[in-house]
Structure formats: C-alpha cells, structure tokens
C-alpha cells in the first residue's frame, strides 16, 4: 500500500478543524513535497521529519512523497502536523501497519532526534478528538493540558520511536494526568476600610454579572476594590472553566493546566491598542477581553485609553463575541467577561472632594471626561463614586467590613434564584426575559419613568436598571423587586450625572 491517511487537528480560533494528512508514496526520482495551504513552517517540516525518521533507526523512502493536508482551503500552520506526517510516510511505506492509525488522532512537533515537541491549541483539539470519537497522541508537554478534556483518551510520547511502539503493540505510551489542582487565596475584601457604598455595588456587580464604573480621587481604593471582585464570583462550572483554558491555549501565552479552573483576571496597560483588546494579527490571536471570558476585565484610568481602543468593546460587551476578520481568514472568540472601569472625576483627580484642591477648570473637566463615550458609559450597569476616606478610617485597629468568604456565599445564593429562574445572570437577559423577570409595581414603574427623565437615561439604561434592581432583590430574597430595590438600583446609575453637576 502506497497510500496512508492520519488524522489531525489544525487551528482555527480557538476551534480546531479536522486535518486529514494523505501520504502517497510514487516511482520517480526522490522527492517530498506538501500541499494543502500549508505555510512556512509546515514546508520545512519536510526536512524535521526526514531528520527525525533516520534517527528514529526507520527507513526513509527514496521515492517521490506527496503529502496533502485537506480540507486544501483551510490555512495551515505551525509544526502541529510534523507528527503525523512521519506517521502517514511510515505506514505508507509498510514499517508500521496502516490500521493503527485509524481511530486516533495525532499532534507534535519533531525535532530533528526524534524528540517530541508541545505545541499551542491542544486543548481545543483534545476536545474535538473527544467529540469525534477518537483517541489523541500528543507531546508528553502538552499531556497535562489535553488530560483536562475528559471525554478523550489521551496518551503521551516524548520521542517519534516511543509513538511507532505503541501503535505496533509493543510497548503502550502512558496516558496524560491532569495535574491537581491549585487554589491560591486570592485578596480578601476585608482589606478594604470603610467604602460601604463601593463595597455594596461590588457585591451586586458579582451577584448579578454587570458591569461597574468606579469613580474617585488618586488612592481611594478604586483599584484595590476592583482585585476583589474575581473572589466574590462564584466558582466557573467545567464548561466555563474549560470556554476560558481554551482561549489561553490557543493565545500563545501558554496555559497553565493546574489553575484551570480559576477565573481570569486581566488588567492591561491604558497604552493598549484596539488590537491587543480585541484581538487580531495575520493569524487572529485572542485579545484581552476573550483572555478574560467567564473572568474580570479591568481597566484602570480610563480616560486615559486611546478612545478608539475603548469603542471596539462596545459591540462585545452586548454580544459576548468579538468576530476577528482579516483579509485572508476570520475568527470569532467569546468574550463574555465582567468589566471593570476605574477612572479619576478630573484631570487633577479631585473635582467635587471636600478640600476644593482642584483647580481644573470646567472646559478642562469637561474635555477629560469626554474622552470616555456616551455610549460606552451607557452600557455601564453601575456607576459608584468612591469617596476619599479620612485618616482615622486606615488605622489598623479600625473596624474591618466583611471577608470575601462571607459576602460570596450570598453571592453565590442570589445567582442560583438567577439560574433557576432564567438559566443565567441577571446582566445578559435579553428584553422579553427582562420584561418577564423584573416585573415593576405600577408606582415602582411611574418612579423609573420618572427618574429616566430627569436623568436623560436612554432606553438601555432603564433596562439595566430593572436588571440591577432584579439583582438586588435576588441578593434580599424577594420574589418580586420593591421600592428599595429599585431606588438603590437607580442611585447606583447617577454618580456620573452628580460629578458633572459638581464641576459645572
């Protein structure tokens, strides 16, 4: 038999599309060619994989080899396929038999000794072996990410020699172990003093998954609140957990298989570029707000980011997807993250605090503030103002508020009324389930109305804060949302409106 078929996996966002690697063996004068929309690095795997064939004690066939990679308009890249490559000229030339290779699936690098290399993206092929029904061969460095996809029967080999004995039967390769798992205490919401206010909307933020803006003069806490908020979040399920290690997996950052199921927290540098937000390149990478799907995005001085960085979130933060397109391919990657925004009320950093230090004048205010959207802010759920607290509030025998422990546990209660009424968080009901879930007393209704008038809210902001107020009724237990919870949702829409009002 001249001809060998194996089976691989290519990458493609963070999906991982079947590869199947075609390996025929003709007369003529020798020769090695790939075809498929392979790029650079699959067109040199040719000479690793002659390489790692000698030194592997094999034969390498002195004929004209023709290597297809189909689907043949499916790009093609990286060294994922040097494995099977050298398998499929194995069997093609009869030193390993041809039927071993049928239910499995097979990806690594070769070095030129034979030695098996990791390579990106295992994860979201482990997965899609499983789904296919096939066991998966891998690179004894990528053993414990693929081990975490536990619908697949995944083995590992450190050289091409080790892969060649199990599928002859003579020595079976190990399978991959998923590491254990490791819980690092994160920061305890005890550490912050006092912020009553900010620390309330924190809680409703990780009750109800909506976003919040902070507000406040330099070193009120506004960063340090926002490093809480991962804690409060209840643990990711094993879907999520596994949504976000595939993102990481295939980011090039490299994942670490034994912090898998913490969620992510991402705060980039405001010099970030739309690009690295959202994602891109010749070959679409994941950008900050899909690293920080089913996690906490957090940016610090907001106004301070480049407006059009800042504009690329809007459609992800309704959609939860951002689609990468370029030229050649496109690519779409969840982005379903919790945001996070903290920002000063003026360029000084002091408009509005007590002491009347600041000295910025109302254009300059009105100018620095501008530089953050209308439209972003309005898909802002919360909106607090943190205050500056006095000294006597820092001393360390000051009364300490709740841990992060104390308040998660109503965290976690008030999201399962959530999922065992509409299956999710309050943040993503679409309209008819807010109509349905945040149902509104005739003179609770008449009061919204009023509010979003005198406030100038758009319609958008009336649903979230029928949404807010949902949550804050979760986290009281109530059935129905009241008066209470409707008058603190709305407060927490206005510290905005009341910053403009103090600098005007």
Known sequence: MNLALVHSRARSGVRAPAVRVEV?????????????LPEAAVRESKDRVRAAILCAQFEFPARRITVNLAPADLPKDGGRFDLPIALGILAASGQIPLEALADGEFLGELGLTGELRAVDGVLPAALA??????????????????????RVEVRTARTLLEVCAHLTGRKPLPFA??????????????????????????????AGGHHLLLIGPPGCGKTLLASRLP?????????????????????????DPARWRERPFRSPHHTASAVALVGGGAQPRPGEISLAHQG?????????WDRRALEVLREPLESG??????AARSAEFPARFQLVAAMNPCPCGWAGDPSGRCRCSPDAVRRYRGRVSGPLLDRIDLHVEVARLPPAALRPDAPAGESTGTVRARVVEARGRQHARAGKTNAVLDQPETAAACRLADADRLLLERAVDALQLSARSMHRIMRVARTIADLDGADAIGTAHLTEAISLRRATRGIEAAVA
């Open 24 to 36: 025929h063996l003709a007369g003529g004068l020798p020769a090695m060619s790939i075809v498929g």
């Open 129 to 150: 072996a499983g789904d296919a029904g096939r066991k998966l061969i891998v690179p004894a460095g990528n053993g414990p990410e693929a081990a975490l996809a536990s």
């Open 177 to 206: 172990e998923a590491p254990a798992l490791e819980r690092t205490p994160g920061p305890d919401l005890a550490d912050v003093r006092g912020q009553s206010q900010a620390r309330r909307a924190l809680e409703i933020a990780a």
């Open 231 to 255: 804690g409060l979040l209840p643990e990711a399920t094993e879907s999520e957990a596994l949504e976000a290690a595939a993102i990481a997996s295939v980011s090039g950052r490299g994942l």
């Open 296 to 304: 906490v995005l957090f940016l610090d001085e907001l106004p301070e």
């Open 321 to 326: 997807v951002i689609t990468v397109s370029r």
